[in-house]
């Protein structure tokens, strides 16, 4: 008799099989040490000790956060050393009975919004596989698209979970900065970056989330304003909550994204305000030029690797190494500004509300699967919502809001105050339920 298991592999073999979306997903697939996994949860249902409600449910994780007896190449070409230890979110995952089945792909160094990777391969956008997933985490965004994982990690320094989600039509988080370990990763230069989920619902999202909160909080920063951990609904109702948005702000965006924004998402929000967002152009700048000083602090990655980049990382890793101590500390100061103007506009709203991207998924130009992608205009804005969040800690979810004319997707962003992921689930609960159901979803296994 065919168990749940046994259907399980045959489908993913057959979406490996016939999916051109999944191009550049995996590194890594089934081995004795995933099967053993699985054999150990199914004796562990049988005998009614799961170790959680997540016990025996595949993810997959991006390449940049260590598994023990994997590698972490973090998109390059270059093999790194196989891991001896799991990083501390992965050690959480796993002590929870979590399947891991596969290393996604990403952006090489995650130096990229687009996820175009001449090296590993480039995750398609299963919505349409001309179009790209957007990046850094773009494997985990196309394998949990694909149906082939409920969720997946991902990390978010400049929107890196955010923008694929978006793209992609799924629900993605970027946490408080802090609010999950990542000091032992290859993250742990960066004041900006943050381990997140993407799923294909709030409720995963909240669910695994918020068991991450509790297993694997960081412990520099977890006693700074975590009340209560556990909590992953507001005790606020929606109605009660006051959202603000900034019209100017949201104006650059392409006019089906302004479309959906407008005619969609703003009539569901009761208690809608204007706020007003100040030096926004010199926050971008701050934002830039801390994420890639930070970036810089690795001399040693460079030197090992700068023979093997795709010749776009190395333009943005030159970049880098240009940058003073005096951009370094300008940056700063424009962050404790930008931190100034988040505290006072949360006096008045509950929810920030604005497009997760300014633009669509770009079509994949061709040239760019072997020699990489810098446009710099795409990046501009496809970035143009998310970066505040990064240069300021701020917890962010991006939710699926419609679709363009060709059937790609729309996301909308929730930002609130630091440590209050609790609003960002209620609410973007709440409009998950209003928004219409996808009317396009990729299955290979149909094909």
């Not at 051109?20 to 054999?39: E, H, N, Q, R």
Request: aromatic residues 8%.
């Amino acid at each position: 008799m065919e168990t749940e298991r046994d259907k399980y592999e045959t489908d993913l073999h057959q979406m490996i099989r016939s999916a051109p979306v999944l191009t550049g997903w995996g590194l890594c697939w089934f081995s004795a040490i995933m099967d053993s996994a699985a054999s150990e949860s199914t004796i562990r249902y049988k005998n009614k000790t799961p170790l959680s409600v997540l016990d025996g449910i595949p993810i997959g994780v991006k390449d940049e956060l260590d598994i023990k007896d994997f590698r972490t190449n973090s998109g390059r070409k270059k093999d790194a050393p196989v891991n001896e230890k799991d990083c501390a979110t992965v050690a959480a995952l796993r002590s929870l009975g979590v399947i891991f089945i596969g290393i996604t792909n990403m952006h090489e160094m995650g130096m990229g919004i687009s996820g175009i990777n001449p090296h590993k391969g480039t995750a398609r956008n299963p919505h349409n596989p001309q179009h790209i997933t957007g990046g850094s985490s773009s494997g985990s965004a196309a394998a949990v698209t694909s149906g082939i994982v409920p969720f997946a990690l991902g990390t978010d320094g400049g929107g890196s979970v955010r923008i694929p989600t978006a793209f992609c039509g799924m629900q993605g988080l970027k946490p408080t900065f802090g609010r999950v370990a990542a000091s032992d990763t290859a993250l742990q230069n960066s004041s900006t970056t943050s381990i997140g989920v993407i799923a294909n619902n709030v409720a995963d999202v909240a669910l695994v989330m918020s068991l991450m909160f509790i297993r694997a909080s960081d412990p520099r920063f977890f006693n700074q304003g975590v009340c209560n951990p556990v909590r992953a609904l507001s005790e606020k109702s929606f109605s009660e909550m006051k959202f603000g948005t900034n019209s100017h702000y949201v104006s650059n965006s392409h006019k089906e994204i302004q479309y959906v924004f407008e005619s969609i998402i703003k009539p569901k929000l009761p208690n809608l305000i204007e706020v007003e967002m100040n030096e926004l152009y010199m926050s971008k700048i701050a934002h830039l030029n801390i994420i890639l000083a930070e970036t810089a602090q690795d001399e040693r990655c460079w030197q090992e690797h700068q023979g093997t980049l795709a010749p776009q990382t190395k333009i943005v890793y030159s970049t880098c190494r240009g940058l003073t101590l005096r951009h370094y500390m300008q940056s700063s100061a424009q962050k404790t500004r930008a931190i100034k103007m988040f505290k006072s506009m949360f006096e008045k709203v509950d929810v920030l509300v604005t497009p997760t991207t300014a633009c669509l998924p770009k079509r994949i130009d061709p040239n760019s699967l072997s020699h990489g992608d810098l446009d710099e205009n795409n990046i501009l804005m496809t970035m143009w919502f998310v970066y505040l969040a990064n240069l300021c800690g701020l917890p962010a979810m991006s939710i699926n809001a419609g679709y363009s004319e060709n059937g790609l997707p729309v996301g909308v962003m929730l930002t609130a105050p630091w440590w209050r992921e609790d609003l960002l689930f209620s609410a973007a609960k709440h409009l998950e339920t209003e928004l219409a159901k996808p009317s396009r979803f990729h299955c290979p296994v149909s094909k």
